[in-house]
């Protein structure tokens, strides 16, 4: 942080999704290669104001970020359910394709990640949760917290709720070096792009999130804990036991920071996030070559990188074995030819549009001469451009138009 932080806030784009009937979301996305990553705000923070603590992440990585119902450029419902939160994350991912991806929640968000992830193991890669309010106590201390927030924000408007805030989420550290300017600053920007009905909606709303250790037990996904060691709702006790509850989990402090890592250490935030990233690829590959089918998840339940964003281990209704394995081929011939490329992604890429991978015209055309000899199939030349656009679309093309001859046995099928 700076004395004087300048945060970018400006919505740049039009994008929304509808989700229901009467409501739209709206998304930004970054990034035009690597694994997904999205981002769930919490309830003081709109989506634009990713793009200062995320710039790193988006060179390796495909970042969505979303505004909540009730919250920047999204729809406004007055009456809501939290439940509408998750739905709405699921509904916004099928909306853009996305079949799996890293979650990233942070403070109340933490909740919709984990119920997210618990309701939809086969859509999460991997949980990162910043700051989250999910902690592994009974709930007693955050509760209180959301209604002291309620009562400043009913009785004193966003100045009030900005104030108590300000006091509970921010380092000493941090306070100090922002100042009064960076004080008078964030104030501004909080007050400015938050109205009052809308927020209180939402924190009205995450008094229905149910807390307790065995939730967080529930957590099968591998799990970064990414904590503050001056924030007020976290301790070492505390952290130790949210590791221990969650199986596949590791927890980082850092330093002289408060609830908000990525406000105060923007540039550690995005190392420690994409260290972990690397290190579940890393845990991809390892596993792969062990699966020998391309088309299979392995016995820990985590995909391999050719099962393309769950096209193998979720079919769709009335697949068979052998779409599957097609799949998996394709998969395979494609990291073959590109055998260069370090940046494919882990998972999701048989969905993944081969124009958005940067497929030059050579690397195409050897990817179509191996299909032809792999598969015993001849392209005819009037094959509609869009059919390219995906190796599922390719799949699906060839299922549909040719007899695909596949190799005999799983291990011919990873060679």
Same mark, same amino acid.
Request: net charge negative; aromatic share 10%.
């Given at each position: 942080m700076t004395s004087a932080p300048t945060l970018d806030l400006r919505y740049t784009a039009e994008r929304t999704l509808r989700?229901?009937?009467? +409501? $739209?979301?709206?998304? $930004?996305?970054?990034?035009? &290669?690597?694994? #997904?990553? +999205?981002?769930?705000?919490?309830?003081?923070?709109?989506?634009?104001?990713?793009?200062?603590?995320?710039? $790193?992440?988006?060179?390796?990585?495909?970042? !969505?970020?979303?505004?909540?119902?009730?919250?920047?450029?999204?729809?406004?419902?007055?009456?809501? /359910?939290?439940?509408?939160?998750?739905?709405?994350?699921?509904?916004?991912?099928? @909306?853009?394709?996305?079949?799996?991806?890293?979650?990233?929640? /942070?403070?109340?968000?933490?909740?919709?990640?984990?119920?997210?992830?618990?309701?939809? =193991? &086969?859509?999460?890669?991997?949980?990162? !949760?910043?700051?989250?309010?999910?902690? =592994?106590?009974?709930?007693?201390?955050?509760?209180?917290? $959301?209604?002291?927030?309620?009562?400043?924000?009913?009785?004193?408007? +966003?100045?009030?709720?900005?104030? #108590?805030?300000?006091?509970?989420?921010?380092?000493?550290?941090?306070?100090? &070096?922002? @100042?009064? +300017?960076?004080?008078?600053?964030?104030?501004?920007?909080?007050?400015?792009i938050h109205p009052p009905d809308p927020m209180l909606t939402n924190l009205k709303c995450a008094q229905q999130v149910t807390d307790g250790p065995e939730l967080l037990a529930a957590i099968k996904q591998p799990t970064l804990l990414l904590l503050g060691d001056k924030d007020d709702m976290w301790n070492e006790t505390l952290g130790a036991e949210a590791g221990r509850l969650i199986e596949d989990s590791e927890v980082e402090w850092m330093h002289d920071v408060g609830h908000l890592p990525y406000m105060e250490d923007g540039d550690g935030f995005q190392a420690r996030v994409q260290r972990f990233l690397d290190a579940l690829a890393a845990r991809e590959r390892a596993v792969a070559p062990q699966t020998g089918d391309g088309d299979r998840t392995p016995a820990d339940g985590h995909a391999t990188e050719e099962t393309a964003g769950g096209e193998a281990s979720a079919p769709a209704a009335g697949a068979s074995e052998t779409d599957d394995a097609l799949l998996g081929v394709l998969c395979t011939l494609l990291r073959e030819v590109v055998a260069d490329r370090a940046d494919l992604p882990v998972t999701g890429l048989a969905g993944t549009p081969l124009n958005s991978i940067g497929l030059e015209s050579w690397a195409f055309t050897l990817l179509l001469g191996r299909i032809e000899e792999q598969l015993d199939v001849e392209w005819d030349m009037d094959v509609p451009p869009e059919v390219f656009e995906s190796l599922a679309s390719i799949a699906a093309h060839l299922r549909a138009h040719h007899s695909p001859t596949l190799p005999a046995t799983s291990q011919e099928s990873a060679q």
């Open positions: 989700v229901s009937d009467d +409501t $739209e979301l709206y998304y $930004e996305i970054q990034g035009d &290669e690597g694994p #997904h990553l +999205t981002l769930v705000n919490n309830f003081f923070i709109i989506a634009p104001m990713w793009r200062n603590f995320t710039a $790193e992440l988006a060179k390796r990585n495909r970042v !969505l970020t979303y505004d909540l119902r009730n919250q920047g450029a999204s729809s406004v419902s007055p009456d809501m /359910t939290w439940d509408d939160h998750v739905e709405d994350l699921r509904v916004l991912l099928d @909306g853009l394709g996305i079949e799996r991806t890293h979650l990233l929640g /942070t403070s109340a968000s933490g909740f919709i990640c984990r119920d997210f992830a618990a309701r939809y =193991p &086969e859509r999460v890669d991997g949980l990162i !949760l910043t700051g989250p309010s999910c902690t =592994p106590g009974d709930g007693v201390r955050r509760r209180a917290t $959301e209604r002291a927030c309620i009562n400043s924000l009913e009785l004193g408007g +966003t100045q009030a709720l900005w104030d #108590h805030l300000y006091s509970v989420v921010f380092s000493e550290a941090a306070m100090r &070096e922002m @100042g009064a +300017t960076g004080y008078l600053g964030l104030r501004s920007a909080f007050t400015a």
